[in-house]
């Protein structure tokens, strides 16, 4: 790849000269956290307590009078810095918990949906059909992306749900909201609020205002115990999915199914499903499409399956 | 304000211990975190504050933590979301990661350190234009020098979930230096981008050739 040379130059020149961190900074550190942990349990209400280093000390006039205080850092250049700009001072412990509790609930709520996908009654019909067609179905990357949000390959997840997004499906659309509030990109996550609230218009009427999703998905997450199983076939699909989806190629960064894998996941959901006792999932499902397609609703058969890969990710 | 800091001190009891899983866990990554707070809040002891905030946050809900599903990742969303709003509490912008140009090893080695210090300027503003998980790498691997291992370690993600946003990051530094680029050197470039790279860079800079001369 000749493309890299340059970048990679500047990369290299771009190291930082790294003061090191040493065991007594840590255990400097741990013994602040203690006394601050110990200060906040006794009084739980109090502010945020002052950190150790003084000048912070100095920060609080500044928020009591943002604008007339010589303190401030910097002119004006507030903006969008406004809503946060108290943080850590006289309201900040508020604050911080709602920032907080924001991001920690939409991850949550991200893994509520997912599970909610996922177990739903056609996420595997919609999985199975995924790259039946010319192009990868969007309600099957919606199913795929929630199945690798919830092995944990958050990336190759967005990258579904966009392109389901992108085609239009508002659940997945919801699931980029989630997903980028819950990483603090609150820019992204509004955007893609909007785009849901846009593509849900229709389903608006039915569904309801988008509180009630929220609502919603606590409810489930409530009524889910712990440990509720999920149904087998998904949970073979689930342990499959995250091996089989992979940034296969350097020039093609794109998180992609192997070849196979609608074959596979047929094979994988028909065989929990019809013959609950046959041979393992594992070595000889390449040629699921001999043994699966019981249940595989007549879709085309698979073969050129490897040109749709293409195709898609030429679309996107 | 600052009468409350007394009134809840004096009802602070000795020290209490910290919980050891999460001693071991801020004892494991306490350090990256701050190196990484670092270059977003241009000082090491402002780095510091911010990460205690985080990790007092995790503190206070860890039992909670515990029970995500990779707490590592939780984690690194709570560290960075915490040094933002630090950062803006402090009417700091993004943009302050250029500041990081002053403290390249290069530049304290450089012949020419003005452009040295231009280069790694405009390096680090790109950097900090990227969406925030690759600014994170990107940070992390090429600005402290972590390994792609300890990167995916601190973020609760697999390494070749860095690798492949490195790839993505890497792409986009290329597209913008090649738009700057054409921009400059106004004659056509209709070669494919990937061939253009290599050859006749012209930085983006006045001092045109002083990157190319060390580059080639």
Redesign the interface.
């Known amino acids: ?19 090191p ?1 040493t065991a007594a ?2 255990d400097a ?15 739980p209400e ?6 150790p ?1 003084t ?3 100095s ?2 006039a500044d928020t ?1 009078s943002a604008g007339e205080s010589g303190l ?3 002119p004006v ?2 903006g ?2 406004d809503e ?7 309201s900040g412990s508020g604050q ?1 918990r709602e ?2 509790v924001d ?2 609930s939409a ?1 949550d709520d991200l ?1 509520t949906l997912c599970e909610t996908v996922i177990t739903h009654t056609e996420a595997l019909a919609d999985l199975r059909i995924f790259l039946a067609r010319a192009l990868p179905e969007p309600s099957g990357a919606r199913v795929l992306g929630c199945m690798l949000q ?1 092995s ?4 190759s997840a967005r990258f579904w749900w966009q392109y389901a997004a992108g085609a239009g499906d508002p659940a997945a659309s919801y699931c980029l909201y989630l997903h980028h509030r ?4 609150h820019g ?1 996550a509004d955007w893609w609020h909007t785009q849901h609230t846009q593509t849900d218009v229709v389903a608006d009427a039915e569904a309801g205002p988008e509180v009630e999703i929220t609502t919603t998905l606590r409810i489930l997450r409530a009524l889910k115990p712990d440990d509720s199983p999920v149904p087998e076939p998904v949970n073979a699909v689930l342990h499959y999915v995250p091996a089989a989806v ?2 296969v190629d ?1 020039d093609l ?1 794109l ?1 992609l199914p192997d070849p196979d894998f609608t074959d596979r996941v047929r094979a994988l959901t028909a065989l929990t499903a019809t013959a609950p006792a046959s041979s393992t999932p594992t070595a000889p499902l390449v040629g699921g499409s001999a043994e699966a397609p019981r249940r595989s609703r007549k879709r085309k058969p698979l073969p050129e399956r490897r040109r749709p890969r293409r195709t898609a990710t030429g679309s996107t | ?2 009468q ?2 007394p ?3 004096t ?8 919980p050891l899983d999460f ?1 071991a866990f ?2 494991m990554y ?2 990256i975190y ?2 990484w707070a ?2 977003r809040l241009g000082s ?2 402002d780095a ?2 911010a ?3 985080a ?3 995790l ?3 860890w039992s ?1 933590v515990l029970t ?3 707490p590592t ?2 984690a690194w ?2 560290l ?3 040094t ?3 950062s ?6 993004p943009a302050l990661i250029g500041e ?1 140009a002053f ?4 530049l ?1 080695q450089a012949v020419d350190p003005i452009g ?1 210090f231009e ?2 300027l405009s ?2 503003e790109a950097i900090g234009q990227l ?3 690759q600014m994170d790498v ?1 940070l992390l691997q ?4 972590f390994t792609v291992e300890e990167v995916a370690a601190a973020l ?3 390494p ?2 860095v ?3 490195v ?2 990051a ?2 986009r ?2 597209h913008a ?1 090649g738009v700057k680029r054409r921009l400059e050197a106004t004659r056509p470039e209709s070669a494919a ?3 253009g ?2 050859d006749g ?1 012209a930085r983006s800079g006045s001092e045109e050739g002083h ?1 190319d001369d ?2 080639h």
């Open positions: 790849m000749p493309m890299t040379s340059h970048i990679d130059e500047l990369l290299a020149r771009a190291r930082l000269r790294r003061e961190y900074d840590i550190a741990a013994a602040r956290l203690a006394t601050r942990a110990a200060v906040r349990w006794d009084a109090e502010p945020r307590c002052p950190t280093h000048r912070n000390a920060a609080p009591d401030g850092k910097s250049g507030r969008a810095a946060s700009s108290a943080d850590e001072h006289s911080d920032g907080s991001e920690s991850a893994q919830l944990e390959r958050e990336e819950a990483l603090g990109e992204a992979a940034y350097d960064d998180p | 304000m600052s409350e800091l009134r809840t001190a009802g602070a009891r000795p020290m209490r211990k910290l001693e801020h004892r306490r350090p701050v190196h670092e270059i090491r002891a510091e504050e990460v205690d905030a990790f007092e946050k503190l206070r809900a909670t995500k599903e990779n990742a939780y969303r709570v960075r979301h915490t933002i709003d630090f803006r509490a402090r009417d700091r912008r990081a403290e390249t090893v290069a304290s040295q280069e790694s390096l680090y969406p925030p998980r990107m090429f600005g402290q020098g609760g993600i697999t070749a979930g690798r492949s946003t790839r993505h890497r792409r530094l290329e230096y981008q990937g061939e790279e290599c860079f990157a060390i580059a």
